[in-house]
Every structure is written in C-alpha cells, then in structure tokens.
C-alpha cells in the first residue's frame, strides 16, 4: 500500500507522481519543514543554486509535518517560479522530523537522496559534499559529521552529553557529535523503508543496517530564526525509543539486579539464620520491616514498567499503523531548457 494517499492536483496538471512524464532525477534532498516560515526563501534559494551545480538532475522534497506557521504557504508561493524541480508533501498533522523524513523518502526519485533540515544549521555544501562522496560509489551512506557549532554553552554541553549515552548504551559506532544529516544510495532507501516500525529512531535503522558509511565533517551554523522544536522532552523520549529499539540493557540491567538481589537475600538470611541459632535475634523494629517493604514494592514496580514498556511497543508496532498520513502531494516541474 503506498504511503502517499489523497494526492492533491499540482500546478502543471500532474496527479501521480508515478505516472507523470518526468526528467530522470539523480539527486533528491528531502526537507521536514516544521516551524521554518522565516528560512524558506533562502532554503529554496540555495537548493535552486546547488541544482544548477551539480551534474544530472536533483530535486528537493519538501515535507510539511503539520507546521503551525505560513511554511506551507510559503513553499506554495515560491517554489512554482523557483526554476527549482520540486515536490511538497503536506501531513495531515505533526508527527515529528523522523516520520516527515520517512514519508519524504518514500516518494524522492533520485538515485541518491540527502536529508537536510529546513533550519540551515546545517550548510547546504554539505549537501553537495556528501553527493560528491556517494557518487564514487565507494560508500552507501554518506554523514554529516560535526567539527564544531556555534550553539550557545549549555545547548551544546546537553548535546554532547546525549549523544554521548546514545553512543555508550545504544549504538556505538555513533558519531561523537551525533548525526542531523545523511544521505544515502537508492538502494540503502529501499531497504530503510521496508524497515516499518513505529516508536523507533531513523538513525538508528540506517545504522543498523550496516552497508559502508564514510563521514563528512561540517561545522553546524548557529541558528538565525526561531528556536529549535528538539526539546529536551523529545531528547529523552528519542532515547527512550532507542534504547528499547536497538538494545536488551533495560533486561540486562534487571537481570544482573535480580541476581544481586538473590546473592544478598542469601547471605543475609544466613546471617540471621546464625543470629537466631544463637540467640541474638531481637524483635524486628516496624521502620526496617517497612523500609524492605517500600523497596521491594518499588522494585516490582520498575521491572514490571520495563517489561511492559517492550509489551507496549511490540503491540504499537502490530497495529501496522503508518508512521505519517500525507494530506496533499504536489509536484513542481523545473522549467524547460532555454533553447534560445
């Protein structure tokens, strides 16, 4: 079943993205919009120029995921008298940066496709950089790589500090500084978008599927508009799905606690075993007898929301909903060559 449902009739006519006459396209850059009113223009701009440089054809996917702001309006306006070969994808709510990513890979038709924020943290050479580094055809998925960023001190200590437990719990063959774009072969999308589940991190699907990866090093921009929807609450919750995603720790680590916990239970019962064959067993206070209670009633608890956690996702995923509903799907043609 196709990702894409209620297409939306485009400028040139065209309804089916599949079924349209269109110039072969070699590069896609697919674009989640959420929040990016202010940078649209120089976005478009600089996608525009970086089509014009490369050799064969590119295109920019633009996903709307469900922006409260004019974002939508904007790409409607401009894109049409951009020059710019376009498609926007509009969801039909927020569903956040991970899932707008998905839907816009599953309709990029290039031979190779990059992911870029809409924010411009990220420069669009990097783009160019990592197309470079995919057409050798030495690599399969290309990464950006930070060098360095213009964040303010503490948003860049939290940073580093995140991804620092992604790398040392979850997957560690991570960059250190944590990746915010990729790009990637036709073949390496085909098999990401076979991988359907939900509650996970697209990272770390593209991570686990192993193929040979190279890393490109930037320096990240500081941020001219707005402010970043990457909030600590998303931080954690990324983290969350991660960990229950790509590892067993939260089982491991109560495995080894309930194994401590019997090692301790046994040499304090032979303790007090000698105590009482002694004689030297007083009567039991309320506030130790109580303390065990508390903790032992605690500790079930948190193994039990563990283990219902890994419960509660393979149920998620079972319902096969998708991970994002398309609303509208446009399509925006370059122009033809001037044949002067």
């Known amino acids: 079943m196709s990702v894409l449902s209620g297409l939306r009739e485009s400028p040139d006519g065209d309804t089916d993205p599949s079924q349209s006459p269109r110039a072969a396209v070699t590069y896609s850059v697919v674009v989640p919009v959420y929040g990016n009113e202010a940078t649209i223009p120089q976005v478009i701009e600089r996608l525009a120029a970086l089509a014009q440089r490369v050799e064969g054809g590119m295109e920019a996917v633009f996903v709307v995921d469900g922006s409260p702001d004019g974002s939508l309006l904007q790409l409607r306006r401009l894109l049409p008298a951009s020059g710019l070969r376009a498609q926007l994808v509009t969801l039909s709510r927020n569903y956040g940066s991970f899932s707008a990513i998905r839907a816009g890979l599953a309709v990029a038709q290039g031979e190779y496709v990059a992911v870029m924020a809409a924010d411009l943290q990220e420069p669009v050479s990097l783009v160019e950089?990592?197309?470079?580094?995919?057409?050798?055809?030495?690599?399969?998925?290309?990464?950006?790589?930070?060098?360095?960023?213009?964040?303010?001190?503490?948003?860049?200590?939290?940073?580093?500090?995140?991804?620092?437990?992604?790398?040392?719990?979850?997957?560690?063959?991570?960059?250190?500084?944590?990746?915010?774009?990729?790009?990637?072969?036709?073949?390496?999308?085909?098999?990401?978008?076979?991988?359907?589940?939900?509650?996970?991190?697209?990272?770390?699907?593209?991570?686990?599927?192993?193929?040979?990866?190279?890393?490109?090093?930037?320096?990240?921009?500081?941020?001219?508009?707005?402010?970043?929807?990457?909030?600590?609450?998303?931080?954690?919750?990324?983290?969350?799905?991660?960990?229950?995603?790509?590892?067993?720790?939260?089982?491991?680590?109560?495995?080894?606690?309930?194994?401590?916990?019997?090692?301790?239970?046994?040499?304090a019962g032979i303790v007090v075993f000698a105590a009482w064959a002694t004689g030297n067993v007083d009567v039991p206070g309320y506030t130790p007898l109580m303390l065990v209670l508390f903790l032992l009633c605690s500790s079930i608890l948190l193994a039990l929301g563990i283990v219902g956690s890994y419960v509660w996702r393979t149920y998620e995923n079972s319902k096969r909903r998708p991970g994002a509903v398309p609303m509208h799907h446009e399509l925006f043609p370059a122009p033809p060559p001037d044949r002067g």
């Open 129 to 267: 950089d990592i197309f470079a580094r995919l057409t050798t055809g030495a690599h399969d998925v290309a990464v950006g790589v930070r060098q360095g960023r213009d964040d303010p001190a503490l948003s860049s200590l939290a940073s580093r500090t995140f991804w620092g437990l992604q790398r040392r719990f979850v997957q560690p063959d991570l960059p250190v500084g944590g990746v915010d774009m990729f790009g990637c072969t036709r073949q390496v999308v085909t098999e990401l978008l076979r991988l359907d589940e939900s509650h996970t991190s697209l990272v770390g699907l593209l991570y686990w599927l192993g193929f040979r990866r190279v890393e490109v090093p930037y320096v990240r921009l500081e941020r001219e508009h707005g402010t970043s929807g990457w909030t600590l609450r998303k931080k954690l919750r990324y983290m969350n799905d991660s960990i229950f995603a790509f590892t067993d720790l939260p089982i491991t680590v109560l495995i080894t606690a309930g194994f401590l916990g019997v090692l301790g239970s046994i040499t």
